[in-house]
């Protein structure tokens, strides 16, 4: 599955933003969907993950209740809305793929990744 990112921009303090991943190839069905930021200086780090179901979502404690990932099979599309910005929460965002991840909080266990899209927060 190829995957790109999309979405990102400057946004103040507060304000909102939806990042869109689209895929292509037959599998997008069978894969989950993770999302991963690289803040400035830092490692890359997990955000958030959705089960090819589209259930059982999961975040990072630092974005839980400010973060929405969902996913349109039929579309072949994932999203993270982002609301409640905070200047930490600028960085790098990737979409990841693959198919049942062991440790989906951890970049090595997913396969396949979007090209990234900057999000710049000010304050």
């Known amino acids: 599955v190829q995957l790109q990112a999309y979405g990102g921009g400057l946004v103040q303090a507060g304000g909102y933003l939806r990042l869109s991943c689209a895929a292509s190839g037959h599998s997008f069905r069978s894969y989950s969907m993770g999302w991963f930021r690289q803040p400035p200086g830092k490692e890359r780090e997990f955000v958030a993950y959705i089960n090819w179901g589209g259930t059982d979502p999961s975040y990072a404690d630092s974005v839980k209740g400010r973060f929405t990932i969902s996913r349109d099979n039929a579309k072949k599309m994932a999203y993270l809305q982002m609301d409640s910005l905070k200047p930490e929460d600028t960085g790098v965002y990737y979409c990841?793929?693959?198919?049942?991840?062991?440790?989906?909080?951890?970049?090595?266990?997913?396969?396949?990744w979007g090209q990234g899209t900057l999000v710049t927060v000010s304050s």
């Open positions: 990841a793929g693959q198919s049942s991840p062991t440790h989906f909080r951890s970049q090595y266990g997913w396969g396949y």
